[in-house]
């Protein structure tokens, strides 16, 4: 069975900081998919960014990056010059071969401090 | 593009009664999921469509629940004789199935209270 792990469960960082939300999955699946999403107190959850399992670099978003490391099972989050809009639960997720459900771990709640 | 939404955004019952909760997905969305999210716990998969086919149901489905999509377009969720422990949001995602990477995109949610 799949499963994703995030082991921090709050974050609290300055302003225009840099800040990285670690995320690490376990899967016998050889093909899969990493998902970040951001919930904000609305409830809404907002795609960031995404990597395949056979995509030989990093992805990236804009102010998002993702810092995959396949031997390592991990897919950390990296957001460069936080912004106080930053600041809402981040969840990261994956999807089996069959792309057909997303798997959640638990979730960051992180908090930009101005 | 209006996204997906859903109805009601809030909804109060009483345990016992039935409670109806309804997704608009994106128009050219074949896919409809539903999720279900407790406080402080990520979202959990309930169950998705592929047009008008439901294709699979989790095991956090009980009895009680029963998802439809009769069309292939808006799809209905229905918890009959509701309990304290339905209480949760509820919410629905979609997706167009040919996407490389599937992403899916969600709702607002429907926040169910059971007293």
């Known amino acids: 069975a799949q499963k994703i792990t995030q082991t921090q469960p709050g974050m609290f960082v300055q302003e225009k900081e840099a800040v990285t939300l670690d995320c690490t999955y376990d899967t016998s699946d050889p093909s899969y998919g990493l998902f970040w999403y951001k919930q904000p107190s609305s409830g809404e959850m907002i795609f960031l960014i995404y990597q395949g399992s056979y995509d030989q670099q990093n992805a990236t978003e804009g102010r998002y990056s993702l810092n995959f490391q396949k031997a390592r099972k991990s897919a950390n989050l990296v957001i460069s010059a936080s912004q106080l809009g930053d600041s809402a639960m981040y969840f990261c997720a994956m999807s089996d071969q069959g792309a057909q459900k997303l798997v959640f771990g638990q979730g960051t709640r992180l908090t930009i401090n101005p | 593009d209006t996204g997906v939404s859903q109805d009601p955004r809030h909804k109060i019952t009483k345990r016992g009664q039935n409670v109806t909760f309804r997704c608009d997905p994106i128009?050219?969305?074949?896919?409809l999921y539903w999720y279900r999210q407790t406080l402080g716990q990520g979202p959990e998969f309930l169950t998705y469509?592929?047009?008008?086919?439901?294709?699979?149901k989790s095991r956090l489905l009980s009895d009680r629940f029963s998802a439809e999509r009769p069309k292939g377009s808006f799809s209905t969720l229905e918890i009959q004789r509701t309990e304290q422990g339905d209480s949760a949001m509820y919410l629905c995602?979609?997706?167009?199935?040919?996407?490389?990477?599937?992403?899916?995109?969600f709702g607002s949610g429907t926040q169910l209270s059971v007293l």
């Open positions: 128009s050219e969305h074949n896919r």
């Open positions: 469509f592929q047009n008008e086919a439901q294709l699979e």
């Open positions: 995602a979609s997706s167009f199935r040919e996407a490389t990477n599937e992403k899916l995109f």
